[in-house]
């Protein structure tokens, strides 16, 4: 049944993304011909160049917006609306519900960050785009070799919190939603409000992890010599990257729990 919900989940959410990623590329190709081809002195040519340009910049904040959205929307809409009569007389728990819902959006937003790319570098190849690749590959490589282990441990450590943190901010949307459908009016700005009250509270707590742990380490700053910095700093970095990688996973452990508690006992379908 899980393999289902999973099937319906994609092809449900899949038709919008897939209009919303060609819309995108077709805009980026379009954007791609009007730089190569060259129309001096042509004012109606520079005026469709701009006018395409700015809906490529509008459409580069747009997916990830739309995405955002669309995630919100399905969760709300499938769970906690009339829809929701339906889905939870189904065999499947609340925690798998959840997952399903967690998976498939991280998955959609992963998507979405691969299409910003890739139109990106359609947008700026060629004009000696390969050269400038190649030396920022060429730069890495060297700081591989040079910091060996404390760089792949940089990478994996940041790279997981990409991931935890893509899940946590998804989680953050959900438990946000669950909150807000307590309310018996104006749900969705209760949820928008909850959202932001959620969020003022956490940056206030890593402003404040970040204001001691700086603290603490004030008085290193002036006994390391300067030929050490570049030796401490990975190390540095990696130590912020653990405690942010611990409170992302702590945070989304919570919203997790937290949002299947209140679908369990509070739920209160539209």
Known sequence: MLGKLFKHEFKATGR?????????FLITLFNKLFL?????????????????????????AAIFIITSVLVVYRFYK???????????????????????????SFVWMVL????????ILILVSGHGFED??????????????YFQSQFTVFVL????ILIVGTLYNILQYYFALSIGQLVGKHRILA?????????????????????FTNALNLESYYLIDESEITENIF?????????????????AVFFFFATKIILTKKLNLD
Do not use: W
Not at 44 to 50: A, G, L
Not at 112 to 119: C, H, K, M, R
């Open 112 to 119: 979405s960050t691969i299409t910003f790319f890739i139109s």
């Open 235 to 251: 190390e540095y970095l990696n130590t912020f990257g653990l405690i942010a990688l611990a409170l992302n996973i702590a945070l």
């Open 157 to 160: 450590i940041y790279l997981c």
């Open 191 to 211: 949820s928008i409000g909850a959202y932001f009250a959620i969020n003022f509270v956490i940056q206030n707590i890593i402003g404040f992890l970040f204001i």
């Open 16 to 24: 919008h993304f897939i209009i919303i990623y060609s819309v995108f």
């Open 36 to 60: 190569e081809i060259s129309v001096p002195s042509n004012r109606f040519f520079s005026y469709f160049q701009n006018i395409f340009m700015i809906f490529y910049v509008i459409m580069c």
């Open 78 to 104: 499938n769970l906690m609306c009339d829809e929701g009569y339906l889905m939870f007389t189904l065999p499947v728990t609340i925690e798998e519900h959840i997952i399903v819902k967690m998976i498939t």
């Open 132 to 145: 400038t690749l190649s030396q920022i590959f060429d730069l890495i490589r060297e700081v591989s070799t």
